[in-house]
């Protein structure tokens, strides 16, 4: 079989049975492996061949984007073995490339204190950047979710989350009233109009943005400190909304969110 008819027939398979999110990281890898050996048969793929695509991929990447992009890849080919031709052999089995390839352990990770976080939101001078900080803080929303905000999505207390991480159509989250309304006078103020970005600055920006803002008060932060901080920040100062933290579908970011 032809390399780019089996991409076609798994990513066809996906589409229909996986998650969005599934389906572009499938996309991803198999763009670039049918850039490079579309017109091959799969059968004669090497092991040799799929390192080499594989770590000129991933390079400069962290662990879990490289074990990612194998992971992916090495299911392509056992979708491939369990559906089409039972005798292929998957050229990603190798001990080398499951040893190269593996997920990075999870390390511990510290919750900064309340104390901490308020210091941090207070000292910012920048409304812009001190609304981003608390919707993430304050919010339990992720750095990319809160740059593609638009006025449409929002609704008093509750915020539309669109083509949200977990792969759902659409997610809600309520945030505190007085940020929602400092984010309505933001809007306001500014004349942002129902379908223009609240906050129009890139990923690595926002980024900066936060790791500066810790840097006020002598700690390294990064955007998923503030998100784990919120189910402390949720539970503490909302007791009623432990319940929905611990029942919340989205239990990997620990953050309490409602589905459509």
């Not at 100062?237 to 579908?249: D, R, V």
Request: one cysteine or more; aromatic letters at 8%.
């Amino acid at each position: 079989m032809k390399v780019s008819q089996a991409a076609a027939l798994c990513l066809e398979y996906h589409k229909s049975n996986s998650r969005r999110s599934t389906v572009r990281g499938y996309e991803a890898i198999l763009s670039r492996f049918c850039q490079k050996f579309e017109h091959r048969n799969l059968e004669g793929i090497t092991s040799n061949e799929i390192l080499s695509l594989l770590t000129h991929m991933t390079e400069h990447r962290a662990q879990h984007t490289k074990r990612t992009r194998y992971a992916h890849l090495s299911a392509f080919f056992n979708f491939i073995k369990a559906s089409i031709d039972h005798t292929l052999q998957n050229p990603c089995d190798t001990p080398m490339m499951r040893k190269l390839f593996r997920a990075k352990p999870l390390g511990h990770w510290d919750i900064i204190e309340k104390e901490t976080i308020d210091e941090i939101i207070f000292r910012t001078q920048k409304l812009r950047n001190r609304l981003i900080l608390e919707l993430m803080a304050r919010g339990g929303m992720r750095i990319g979710e809160v740059l593609k905000l638009t006025p449409h999505d929002i609704n008093d207390r509750k915020l539309a989350l669109r083509d949200p991480k977990s792969g759902k159509e659409q997610e809600f989250i309520f945030i505190p009233q007085k940020v929602a309304e400092r984010l309505k006078n933001y809007i306001r103020e500014k004349g942002i109009q129902s379908h223009q970005l609240i906050f129009p600055i890139c990923y690595e920006a926002a980024r900066a943005m936060v790791k500066k803002a810790g840097d006020v008060v002598d700690i390294q932060l990064r955007p998923h400190d503030l998100i784990n901080y919120f189910p402390f920040f949720s539970t503490s100062t909302y007791p009623s909304s432990a319940l929905i933290l611990t029942k919340s579908p989205v239990l990997i970011h620990s953050r309490g969110s409602y589905s459509s």
